[in-house]
């Protein structure tokens, strides 16, 4: 016989809050990577390859990756594999494309609008008005985001709607990764729903090589221990941080949460980069703690689950 009784998500949100803060800050690092590997001539596109085929390498080895959920998956699960793994392979991609043809700042605001993406596709399949703490923290945390990336006093020029489209693109992308992360976790295990997700991107990346030709620059030895850090170390663990803390802090939370990123990309750039730091940029960062902090402290209200 199944009860059901009530679990106080808020009891896992800190810990939930922390994982997604460590992913934004391994995403924030990887950045810094990628740019070198970008100067050595490595194609956006063939790194945002090597991303998801070495993940998928990485987790092959360890047994619970394989393991089959308890239940059979739903046709709904099973479609949101599909989902979870098309968004993370081609996230990052577009995205490359956008920061290629904008502005950085630019693409990396339209990026994070996706919080509001998830608010909104929450509110309107729940049929509820999201809670006014959630609303103003992703005030908060976009115009952080604006500030920190110095939208304000970027040179916008002629906009380019091509890479406005893959700005939103990657917005979209990263919005349907939060939203479908939780379900497919839930069934698989955050090992198990990434050495799948990852493997479905990484075989749809090969399929694209196959028309493109070697990728001599990934394999090259100068390299290739870069390629395998991006892969491994700001990819495949940053991946499983986001979806194991959207498990215990819901969706909308964690796309805010996830704001974090360009933050923290700031501080790794003065810090590694010597790139220095403005008040303008300091007080952004100061509103997308504040968002976060906000979330946190908002009072959520206890789950059903079931018991046996």
Known sequence: MVKRSAVPVASQAPVGLA???LAAALWALGAVVAANLFDDGIKPLELAEARSIVSALGLAPIPVSWRPPVARPSRTVRRSLVVLGVCIGLVNAVYYVAIDRLPVAVALVLQ???????????????????????????????????????????????????????????????????????????????????????????????CWQVFNGW???????????????????????????????????????????????????????WVLLDQTLTVVQLAGGALVIAAVILIQTGRSKPVLTPEL
């Open 19 to 21: 994982a997604i803060a």
């Open 215 to 269: 990728p001599h620059e990934l394999f090259d030895p100068a390299n290739l221990p870069q390629v395998i850090l991006i892969g491994l170390g700001a990819t495949l663990a940053p991946f499983l941080l986001y979806l194991w803390g959207v498990e215990r802090v819901k969706a909308e939370r964690a796309a805010i949460a996830a704001t974090l990123e360009p933050v923290l990309g700031a501080v790794v750039a």
């Open 112 to 206: 994070y609008t996706a919080p509001a993406m998830v608010v909104v596709y929450t509110a309107v399949r729940l049929r509820k008005r999201p809670r006014n703490e959630i609303v103003v923290a992703v005030i908060l945390a976009l115009a952080g985001v604006a500030l920190v990336s110095g939208l304000l006093g970027a040179d916008l020029g002629s906009v380019d709607l091509f890479g406005v489209a893959m700005g939103l693109a990657s917005a979209v992308l990263f919005a349907s990764y939060t939203l479908v992360g939780e379900s497919v976790t839930r069934t698989y295990g955050p090992l198990g729903a990434m050495f799948r997700a990852f493997s479905i991107a990484g075989s749809l990346w090969i």
